[in-house]
């Protein structure tokens, strides 16, 4: 016991003062805290698997293991679940290599793949031969197989493509399902995910289509090379010629530089000179056919002239039509069509899904698109604005920015700027819009004032002409509209009608005196009439629709005659017409009775006995509904 208390004090002194640890020798390096010296063993850290691993609890920084599942030594990063890996990921084939934190972290059968970075091929399961160097370098890839990667994020996206290269920063991004693409540069992309043998080189550059080589960015003006280029078959020179020469083929595959020669034709002379022989083209003609089955040289003609039919004279081009008896179409080119003063093609931008028929149609557009413009001066401030429509004089003449617009009539919407989604009708139609969107006017001068208002609809001559601010107004009629310019869910109907006040509905001008329907009319806010003592209600008590009873003594209502009903409802009331009212008793514990009047009858199927009339504390409220069966008699009945 002594000589073990002895043997521990020693070595706790030369710890003490040596401050170092050696095993297998005596004399640790100065530089270490612990050498370990062998030449027949190694050195063996604590072995575990992936489960006992994250068993352990609070991992020190540094911790490290050997992973059994992944035969991979593991060591902790101080990031809650990162540890450092350098083995074979996830699954443990022999032919996989994993480097980084949750690299190869879920594979399954995939084999013969190199992951260098963190999270490099970490969905990747049954995916081989795959080769991923850097961070989230292929990080989405399952199945994908022959890929390889260098860069952060090169081939992230891909999943299930194959036989990709991507080389740089973010390269190849996009790529989901699409093969044998490659992209070298920083961004080289590809411009749709499921492309095939697509390349992409240099900073930025994206290509947009199968078997495509994109060499730089938009931003690139030139490709050069020193030696030939070959397209196909053919190789061209990368000499140039000298002054007047032209490329020329052997039918070989070859184009060489060569001087210009006259060739004789047999039959044909190459300069008409009256049929005596061969004759040499003098400088500044040119070779026309005669028509005849010869050619002649004619001397150039003065800037502005053309060519006779018969190629033998220059005529100036102001005094004719140059395409007189044109038997098939005439092709211009990229270039408008000017015919008789108007203009007829894609406006300013020149953009393709633009039509400008007019003068200065179209004429400020920048990047705007699927525009059409018919008539002068239509749409002639659209800069970027889309998908509108202008048909007549000035129809949006001062549209910049605004969309969905549709404009036809003379000088429709023609102050809108920025104003969207509005449809104009008819001339002067929504004339004053500059900024409000949704707008519907269909007819003369129908909201005409508008410049603000939002939402709104005029179907009619002049029909809400007076609306300038107001929003979610309709009117419907010749002259229908507003008292006020600035109202809201206002509601115009008829010749003439006005509405003076927001949320309110104006049926029929002043000189209306009836309003029918075939169905029932229903007051959702009905006016309610006292009727405190006993008495025969009048029919416009009935008509109005809500009678209540406040007192404490019991009340007796006599409803009033189905004649005086019907003569109140309109004297064209017939079979089958009907009405609901109410009454209430508020009043304590006393009932109020209602009483048929002469010619109304209790429809006794539903209702049998007075009982049923009665409004108690019980059943506060009672509701009838009233059915003419002619017009000078009716049937009540209770509803509940």
Do not use: C
């Not at 030449?39 to 293991?65: E, N």
């Not at 000179?273 to 061969?278: F, K, L, R, V």
């Not at 005529?315 to 003063?341: E, H, I, M, Q, R």
């Amino acid at each position: 016991m002594k000589k073990i208390i002895l043997s521990m004090a020693l070595l706790l002194a030369v710890y003490v003062t040596q401050a170092q640890v050696g095993i297998g020798t005596a004399s640790p390096a100065a530089s270490s805290q612990l050498e370990v010296t062998s030449t027949t063993k190694g050195f063996l850290p604590p072995r575990m698997t992936t489960a006992q691993r994250d068993a352990i609890s609070t991992p020190a920084t540094g911790l490290q293991i050997y992973n059994t599942d992944n035969k991979a030594i593991e060591t902790f990063t101080g990031n809650t679940g990162e540890w450092l890996t350098v083995g074979q990921g996830k699954g443990a084939f022999a032919t996989n290599t994993a480097i980084g934190v949750k690299t190869l972290f879920s594979n399954t059968t995939g084999t013969n793949n190199t992951a260098n970075g963190s999270q490099a091929l970490y969905s990747n399961t049954t995916g081989s031969e795959n080769t991923a160097n850097g961070p989230y370098a292929l990080y989405n890839n399952t199945t994908g197989a022959a890929n390889t990667t260098t860069g952060y994020q090169a081939l992230v996206s891909n999943t299930t493509g194959s036989q990709n290269t991507a080389n740089g920063f973010m390269a190849l991004y996009s790529n989901t399902t699409g093969t044998n693409n490659t992209g070298i540069g920083y961004g080289a992309d590809v411009a749709s995910g499921a492309l095939t043998n697509a390349t992409a080189v240099g900073y930025g550059a994206i290509v947009a289509a199968d078997n495509t080589i994109q060499l730089g960015n938009t931003s690139v003006m030139n490709v050069k090379t020193s030696g030939t280029v070959t397209a196909g078959a053919i190789t061209y020179p990368n000499t140039d010629g000298t002054n007047g020469q032209v490329l020329t083929t052997n039918g070989s595959g070859t184009p060489t530089w060569s001087a210009v020669t006259a060739t004789a034709y047999s039959g044909i002379l190459p300069v008409d000179n009256g049929g005596t022989g061969a004759a040499t083209l003098t400088a500044n003609n040119v070779l026309l056919g005669n028509g005849t089955g010869a050619v002649q040289a004619v001397a150039p003609g003065t800037s502005g002239y053309v060519l006779t039919s018969d190629g033998t004279t220059w005529v100036s081009s102001a005094g004719g039509v140059p395409y007189t008896g044109a038997t098939g179409a005439v092709n211009l080119g990229a270039y408008d069509l000017k015919v008789n003063g108007i203009t007829v093609g894609m406006g300013a931008g020149s953009v393709g899904t633009n039509t400008a028929i007019g003068d200065l149609a179209l004429a400020s557009n920048t990047y705007g698109v699927y525009n059409t413009a018919n008539g002068s001066n239509a749409l002639a401030s659209n800069t970027t604005g889309s998908s509108n429509t202008a048909n007549g004089f000035m129809a949006l003449i001062a549209n910049t920015t605004g969309t969905n617009n549709t404009a036809n009539g003379f000088i429709a919407l023609f102050y809108n700027t920025t104003g969207n989604y509005n449809t104009a009708n008819g001339n002067y139609a929504l004339f004053s819009n500059t900024t409000g969107s949704k707008n519907t006017a269909n007819g003369y001068h129908a909201l005409s004032a508008n410049t603000t208002g939002n939402s709104n609809t005029a179907n009619g001559y002049q029909a809400l002409q007076g609306n300038t601010t107001g929003t979610e107004n309709t009117a419907i009629g010749y002259g229908a509209g507003v008292a006020s310019g600035a109202l809201t869910n206002a509601t115009a109907i008829g010749n003439g009608a006005s509405v003076a006040a927001s949320n309110t509905i104006q049926l029929g001008n002043t000189s209306v005196t009836n309003v029918k329907t075939k169905g029932n009319l229903i007051n959702i806010n009905p006016a309610v009439v006292p009727i405190n003592t006993t008495a025969t209600a009048t029919a416009a008590d009935i008509i109005t629709g809500y009678i209540a009873s406040t007192t404490a003594a019991a009340v007796n209502i006599t409803l009033p005659t189905a004649t005086d009903i019907s003569a109140a409802l309109g004297s064209s009331v017939g079979q089958g017409t009907s009405f609901e009212f109410s009454v209430e008793n508020t009043g304590g514990s006393n009932s109020v009775t209602l009483v048929a009047g002469t010619g109304i009858t209790v429809h006794a199927p539903i209702i049998s006995g007075t009982d049923n009339l009665i409004i108690t504390p019980t059943n506060a409220i009672g509701r009838f509904r009233l059915v003419f069966t002619s017009t000078t008699s009716a049937k009540l009945f209770r509803i509940y």
